[in-house]
Structure formats: structure tokens, C-alpha cells
């Protein structure tokens, strides 16, 4: 089976910009499955493989390319422990589905090539169907798959199937999902993602405090904490006074801020970081103006880079949500005395560099002329 995804102005001037993700029988060239996403992500090739498994049944190989989804292509700076696998790699390995890479364009030419079809096809059908929003899109895609595979499915040349049957033990949405090791707390509770779950007590065992245990993030946004292979049964403990000022109040978040966050990023932050931004513009106050007059003959004041204005953001908005130094460090990748530093700092840090520090400091001698 072959797997890819096509960016396409699929609405035309109609509405955004989205990606087609496309599972096509390499056997046939059946379209076991496509789904509209707003961008190519993991979670979407889970949504895209679970429709096909439980249609089809699990393929021998999957064919891709070497996409950040599928192969891990390099460790950030902030990872110290290599990683091997991503979560969907890790999830295919447990289905027992071989992962074949190409290592061109070429290579992929028949789903570049069914793309290319449905480029012209399903734009179309879309424009005649007057769909504006990527939901009536996808329900157009329901529709319009069973037609197409039933005029241009070719017979295999051999009538034997190549899907394998899910095991009825294995639970399909415990393995196409996000899975994240975790330390339970002493209070019994572990954190996720400004989320706090308390772990409920059993006979068996009253306290998991210490154990790690695996946080599985369904496709759906469902949380499920598993030690062991056995599901703990949680609930989620209420969010902190910070968290529901900054969601409820008039710290809560704004489409400006979504824009803002959109725009950053294309400056190399993580999406981790990304996260932290939603609803910080409107809580950090602005920068008030210098009190003693600024001199007419220095250079114009540098300004911060984009990543240092986002690792700012994100830093004072996890403060506001009552996060620590140390847990703020682990997340964002980045040392405590550099998130001090940063929530000491009235405004985003600049670096000033010699030539500047040389003037400013030559504006303080007696001539107040720059040598």
C-alpha cells in the first residue's frame, strides 16, 4: 500500500489551503482511504490508516516517503536520549506492517500520480458541489471515493487477499495513538500537557506514586494512562487558579494571538513551544516606555528575533499558569537559568553586540564622541 499526502488548493479561492491524504492498493489502485487535513501531521495518518484497517484489514508494507512522519530524520538539541522510531512508525511495527521508503519523487510516481487525478477530479466535484469548509469537503470525499474505485479498479493478478485480519486482543485505538512516558507524582497524580490526572486507587494496588506509566493521546484528544498493559482507571483533577484566569478571564485567547502564533511558526520553534503561546498576548502587559529620554544620536534599538519573542511568551504564560522554573526547563528544551532570565526580563532579551556596547560606552565619556 502506498501512502502520501498532496497539497493542493483544493477549494480553489473558495476557502483555505489544505492537504489530501491518500492510502492507495498498490494491487488494484483502489483508494483504500483519503481524508482532507489541514496540514500532514501524524495525527492524520492515523485517522487515514484506522479507516483502512478497519475496512480493508492490515496491509503487508506500507510504501512512503521519508517524511518526518514516518522516519525520524535528525535529534533536536533539547533530546539527549536518541530516539529510534516515531509514534507512527512505532505504531505500524506493533501491527506488524513493514515500512518501505522511497528515496525520490520518482519513485512514488503512482500516488503522485492518483494526486494528480484527483488535482483535477475532485476539485471539480468540489466546485460543483459548492463546498467552502474542509468538513463538507471530507463528506464530499465519502461520496466520491466508491465511484471513482468502481470506474478505474483494475483485477490483481492474483484473486488472494494481502490484508491481514486485526487480532480481536489488539485495540486499534491504544496503538494508532501518542504515546508518552510519564512520572507519577507523589500525590498520586501525573501531569500531561497543563493537565493534571489523579490516578484512582484499587485493591490491587493503592498508590502508583513513582511508577512510570504511558500516557496515550488518542486521535480524538482522549487521555489514558496504562501501566503495566492494564489501564488505570483517572480522573482529571481541576485545572489551577492561573490556568482558569488565563482561559476564562481576560487572559483568554484571541484569534489575533492564533494569527500570531500561525506566523511564528515558520521561525524553526517547536510545536511544543507553539503550544504555549495561545493565550499570552493579551496576558503579558506592554512594555512601558523608558523614563529618562532616549539620546537622538545612538542607533535605533534592536529588536528581538522571533524565537526569542516565542520562547518569552511561552515562558511568562506557563508563570501564569503556576508552572516551575524546573518544569518549564524541561519542556521548552532549555536551561533554569535561562528561563530566569527570561521571566526577569521586562520585555524579550536582545543581544547587544560590541560595536553597539563600544558606542554606548563611548557616549559616556567626558567628550561624548564616538573614537
Not at 498498490?26 to 484506522?50: H, P
Not at 533539547?78 to 528515496?103: D, M
Not at 482522549?222 to 484566569?245: K, N, S, T
Amino acid at each position: 500500500m502506498r501512502i502520501d499526502g498532496s497539497h493542493h488548493a483544493w477549494l480553489e479561492e473558495r476557502g483555505p489551503r489544505f492537504v489530501l491524504l491518500l492510502a492507495m492498493d498498490d494491487a488494484t489502485g483502489t483508494v483504500a482511504n483519503a481524508v482532507f487535513q489541514t496540514g500532514e501531521d501524524t495525527r492524520g495518518y492515523f485517522l487515514l490508516m484506522e479507516g483502512v484497517i478497519r475496512r480493508y484489514g492490515l496491509p503487508m508494507a506500507l510504501y512512503c516517503d521519508r517524511h518526518g512522519v514516518f522516519k525520524f530524520a535528525g535529534r533536536p538539541r533539547h533530546i539527549q536520549q536518541p530516539v529510534e522510531a516515531t509514534h507512527f512508525s512505532r505504531a505500524v511495527q506493533e501491527l506488524g506492517i513493514e515500512q518501505v521508503f522511497a528515496r525520490s519523487p520518482q519513485a512514488k510516481g503512482r500516488v503522485e500520480r492518483m494526486a494528480g487525478t484527483f488535482q483535477d477530479r475532485l476539485v471539480s466535484e468540489l466546485r460543483l458541489a459548492g463546498a467552502t469548509t474542509i468538513d463538507q469537503a471530507n463528506a464530499l470525499l465519502q461520496e466520491f471515493l466508491p465511484r471513482f474505485n468502481r470506474q478505474f479498479r483494475v483485477p490483481a493478478q492474483q484473486a488472494q487477499a494481502a490484508y491481514r485480519s486485526l487480532d480481536s486482543s489488539i485495540f486499534l485505538e491504544r496503538v494508532l495513538c501518542f504515546k508518552h512516558t510519564r512520572q507519577v507524582a507523589r500525590g498520586n497524580t501525573v501531569k500531561f500537557q497543563w493537565r493534571t490526572l489523579r490516578l484512582l486507587p484499587s485493591q490491587e494496588r493503592p498508590s502508583y506514586a513513582g511508577a512510570r506509566v504511558e500516557v496515550l493521546e488518542q486521535s480524538n484528544g482522549q487521555l489514558m494512562v496504562r501501566y503495566g498493559g492494564e489501564v488505570i482507571p483517572h480522573q482529571e483533577a481541576p485545572p489551577r487558579p492561573g490556568a482558569l484566569r488565563a482561559s476564562n478571564g481576560a487572559l483568554a485567547p484571541t484569534s489575533e494571538m492564533a494569527q500570531v502564533v500561525r506566523n511564528l511558526a515558520r521561525h524553526g520553534l517547536s510545536r511544543l513551544q507553539l503550544q504555549r503561546l495561545a493565550a499570552l498576548e493579551a496576558a503579558v502587559p506592554q512594555r512601558q516606555e523608558e523614563a529618562e529620554p532616549r539620546r537622538t544620536d545612538t542607533p535605533p534599538p534592536r529588536e528581538a528575533t522571533p524565537r526569542k519573542q516565542a520562547l518569552w511568551k511561552a515562558i511568562h504564560h506557563a508563570r501564569l499558569q503556576g508552572v516551575y522554573l524546573r518544569g518549564i526547563a524541561r519542556d521548552l528544551g532549555i536551561s533554569r537559568n535561562t528561563v530566569r532570565k527570561y521571566i526577569d526580563s521586562p520585555a524579550p532579551p536582545v543581544n547587544r553586540t560590541a560595536r553597539r556596547a563600544a558606542y554606548l560606552a563611548a557616549q559616556d565619556n567626558t567628550d561624548g564622541h564616538f573614537p
